[in-house]
């Protein structure tokens, strides 16, 4: 797929989006809106994908909106519909792991994106901030819905109605992110995770990752007799029986997706 505004690849079972406007600190647009929507549709439907990293290009993760763009005549012209508005819903619910890897600015609907992600790292420059009451927008990209869940109902609401920028250590803290890295190795160690990641039974999970959903929608009990169903079914498989022998055999397990 060819994108303006973004890349997207997928290898070995790892999907790579990156925000492609360094020059602009990849601030969004809506034509990126749309790449980044498209992206995100063709992994969803692409069941080889155990892990998909979100990136910026450059110095800059995402800082929002590009108002420098939508203060300009041609900024008005790329029209949004509201499916494109699914991006973080996209990244939220797809089977695989999704990973934010914020390598710099990310606020506003970039910091939406990142929240929908099951994990984000940091690098240690990284300021995060709300900011959508700085620029008189009520906000987007789920933020109002993911917020809560990450940082706790008080806490969400705190940074929401009074944006300002936190810093990477404030973010680790507060549980925004769970891993901060130093700026010179922040590739690096983000890639060993990906790869950790990527490493994993694709059945188990895949697995896990659908429990989370499902724990989302439903009640403890039935979450329970879900889970239930699931981890049987994976426990039984050829998979989790090479994982047993290769921690027995103090060995990397050779995973055939079976």
């Given at each position: 797929m060819q994108f303006d505004t973004i890349t997207y690849e997928v290898s070995d079972g790892i999907a790579r989006l990156t925000l492609n406007r360094p020059d602009r600190m990849n601030g969004m647009t809506n034509q990126m809106v749309r790449e980044a929507c498209d992206a995100m549709i063709a992994a969803n439907a692409d069941q080889s994908i155990r892990v998909l990293v979100l990136t910026g290009n450059g110095d800059a993760f995402c800082p929002g909106a590009d108002l420098g763009h939508f203060t300009t005549p041609s900024g008005?012209?790329?029209r949004l519909l509201p499916k494109h508005l699914r991006v973080a819903s996209l990244l939220h619910d797809i089977h695989a792991v999704?990973?934010?890897a914020i390598n710099g600015a990310c606020a506003g609907a970039g910091l939406g994106w990142a929240?929908?992600?099951d994990l984000r790292v940091s690098t240690a420059r990284a300021k995060l901030n709300t900011a959508f009451l700085d620029v008189a927008v009520a906000?987007?990209?789920?933020?109002p819905w993911s917020l809560p869940?990450?940082?706790?109902?008080?806490?969400?609401?705190?940074?929401?109605f009074l944006p300002g920028k936190i810093d990477a250590a404030e973010a680790l803290r507060i549980g925004l992110v769970s891993r901060v890295f130093p700026?010179?190795?922040?590739?690096?160690?983000?890639?060993?995770?990906?790869?950790?990641l990527a490493s994993a039974s694709p059945a188990a999970l895949w697995?896990?990752?659908a429990s989370y959903l499902t724990a989302e929608r439903t009640t403890f009990a039935d979450f329970v007799d879900l889970e239930a169903e699931r981890?049987?079914?994976?426990?039984?498989?050829?998979?989790?029986?090479?994982?047993?022998?290769?921690?027995?055999?103090?060995?990397?397990?050779?995973?055939?997706?079976?």
């Open positions: 008005t012209d790329e999704t990973l934010c929240a929908a992600c906000g987007d990209m789920g933020l869940r990450l940082l706790g109902a008080g806490k969400a609401r705190e940074l929401s700026d010179e190795s922040f590739r690096e160690d983000t890639e060993a995770i990906v790869q950790r697995g896990l990752k981890h049987l079914r994976i426990a039984a498989s050829a998979d989790t029986a090479e994982a047993f022998k290769a921690f027995m055999e103090k060995r990397p397990p050779r995973f055939e997706g079976e």
